[in-house]
């Protein structure tokens, strides 16, 4: 059973231009999650979605960010007009639909870095 | 801010010795979660322990948690050199709010 994977594994791009993140969760998984880390610091919430529903944005900056979770394919974070600030790791995770409380399976990462 | 906040920040330690983190942490929880990230990796789950657990044991490591003063702590018996990585602490269930982590360097 492959885990959670995430791709590009590293990104670069320069001020202004598009950023999208992928994220498969593990099979029969159907809860995703997306983290922010800065460097020196610990993850920090940003969204959370089930099939075709985000259920928790609170932790989204209110602008140029964007995730869905489609029937079909994978979860995407999508940054617009990134800045130097995006720069930092985004982790995705995802748990089974057995609730929220559960644990979270974590993949390996996205890398942005913002030139 | 942060929820979790583990101490010490960085622990190095000989191989065979024991590490111990500790993490506090400011509002009522429904569980507390440990995590391990090995530099430029993603995050690896460790344990899980409830609000209503005191103790938890999984193979050399021990978790304890003391809900009257919001804090756990994370035991590694007879560390070795692949348990160095940064640590985390992360409670809540939905929203998993992390700590800054402890970075433990174990020593051959």
């Known amino acids: 059973n492959a885990g959670v994977m995430q791709n590009p594994r590293h990104l670069v791009r320069r001020r202004g231009q598009e950023a999208r993140l992928r994220c498969s969760p593990m099979k029969g998984h159907s809860h995703v999650y997306w983290y922010r880390q800065l460097p020196e610091e610990g993850l920090k919430f940003m969204v959370y979605l089930q099939k075709e529903n985000i259920i928790d944005e609170s932790g989204m900056p209110k602008e140029r960010f964007s995730a869905e979770f489609p029937k079909e394919g994978p979860s995407i974070l999508r940054i617009q007009q990134v800045v130097r600030g995006d720069s930092a790791a985004y982790f995705c995770?995802?748990?089974?639909?057995?609730?929220?409380?559960?644990?979270?399976?974590f993949g390996p990462g996205t890398r942005l870095l913002v030139l | 801010s942060q929820q979790g906040e583990e101490d010490p920040q960085a622990l190095s330690i000989q191989e065979g010795e024991n590490a111990t983190m500790n993490c506090s942490y400011k509002t009522s929880i429904n569980n507390l979660q440990w995590y391990r990230q090995n530099s430029g990796r993603g995050l690896v789950h460790l344990i899980l322990i409830r609000s209503n657990e005191r103790e938890k044991h999984s193979g050399r490591l021990r978790v304890t948690l003391d809900t009257s003063k919001k804090s756990s702590s994370l035991l590694i018996t007879a560390s070795r050199a692949a348990d160095t990585a940064s640590y985390f602490c992360a409670t809540e269930g939905d929203k998993l709010i992390f700590g800054t982590g402890t970075r433990l360097q174990v020593f051959p």
């Open positions: 995770a995802s748990s089974p639909p057995v609730g929220r409380q559960e644990t979270q399976y």
